[in-house]
């Protein structure tokens, strides 16, 4: 079956939300959308066993850097900009409970109590911190016109990542280490290259979905 | 979409027992909450305690407990690894830069903290863990969320991570085909596209059923 790239992104695009062509691309109202908790808790649910599946799969090789990254942090703030601050860091959340009681859903396959006691706890209690200010503030851009809305997520992302993700967890391994604020600054400076990398993929994917569902957008409970 | 296939696909993914190993020696039966507790207890221990002989004492102190639960050696040493690794990395740093009691006090923290947690982890069901959670997390009813819309999510959320692992294999499966594999727009935009989609037709098939209101 020959696929055009885009058509498989949009799978359930046409049959949920009918796009009007003549109204340049916009969402006609969607006749039935039940807006309900079931439909939130499935939604938390998913996109938190959607970060589990970030962090589980083989890191991506970028050229250019040194290090192979995982996804983890990109499935975070995906989970932010998607479903919204309360719903996103939800999501977070229950992927951090499920993580700390046992199952093997953090980077590398690894999980259990044991990342309290790592040195890279404070980035893992960031996350939900972060993913709750990426929402926040997307949501607040949703009235941007469309072509800003890549550069309007991409600016939140860096916001919860550089005001939340990495103060914390700079904080906690200088403390874990016993290292001064020059040295741990250092130490975590090595993630942002990474970082802004999969700020980057999360404007792109983000505004894809946003595009196959719009209302994610425009209802953001 | 049988977990043996995803097994097979992913072998990071253990299944939903998780890192538990079984047994029944006394930490095995302690029961989650207490354990939970206990853990903590010597989270704040290492935190308090200052000085190497203090930090080398609760070491030898959770090495003896852990060496009480009868666990594997070898699965014990493979968990502990990377913990170790950083252990000696920061060890060295610190006795380079502030001597090496400092150097002891940092790495036998790191180290007791990490095997404390792991002990808990081989021998308590994350099932029961879970449990003792959201029987902890009663409480939040009063601010609108029954501790049974956490089970729910919990349980919806395990059973998501075989399916949406498998959809990243479909995915990366389509766009090799396509010659795509190195793109990550067309790995991730299908997949969280999808992922959407799943969590959609979820609610929908909740709802029906009367279930997370």
Sequence with gaps: MPVAPENDAVPAAASRVPVDPDAGGRALPVPVLRSSAATDVALIATFAAFVAVCALLPSIAVPNLAVPITLQTFGVMLAGVVLGPRRGSLAVLLYLAVGLAGLPVFAQGTGGLAVLGKPSLGYLLAFPLAAGLAGLLVGRARSLPTRWLPVAIFGACAAGSLLLTHPIGISVMGARLGMGVQEAIAAGATFLPGDVLKNVLVAVVATAVFRAFPDLLQRRP | ?213
């Design chain 2, 1 to 213: 979409m049988s977990r043996r296939q995803d097994r097979h696909q992913r072998p990071a993914w253990s299944g939903p027992l998780g890192l538990y190993a079984s047994g029944t020696t006394w930490l095995h039966r302690l029961g989650p909450g207490a354990k939970s507790v206990g853990l903590a207890v010597v989270g704040l221990l290492v935190l308090v305690v200052r000085g190497p002989w203090g930090a080398v004492l609760l070491l030898a102190a959770v090495t003896v407990a852990a060496a009480s639960a009868g666990l594997r050696r070898r699965n014990v040493l493979r968990s502990l690894l990377p913990i170790l690794v950083t252990a000696g990395v920061v060890g060295l740093y610190q006795w380079w830069q502030r001597g090496p009691a400092i150097a002891v006090e940092v790495a036998a923290g790191l180290v007791t903290v990490v095997l404390a947690a792991c002990v808990v982890t081989a021998t308590t069901r994350s099932d029961h863990l879970l449990d003792a959670l959201g029987r902890a997390l009663a409480p939040l009813r009063h601010v609108g969320l029954p501790p049974r819309t956490v089970a729910l999510s919990v349980a919806l959320m395990i059973r998501s991570v075989p399916a949406l692992l498998a959809t990243a294999g479909q995915v990366r499966d389509a766009a090799r085909a396509r010659g795509l594999e190195r793109s990550p727009r067309a790995l991730l935009v299908p997949a969280a596209v999808r992922t959407v989609a799943r969590a959609r037709s979820t609610g929908e098939a909740l709802a029906a059923r009367g279930l997370g209101d």
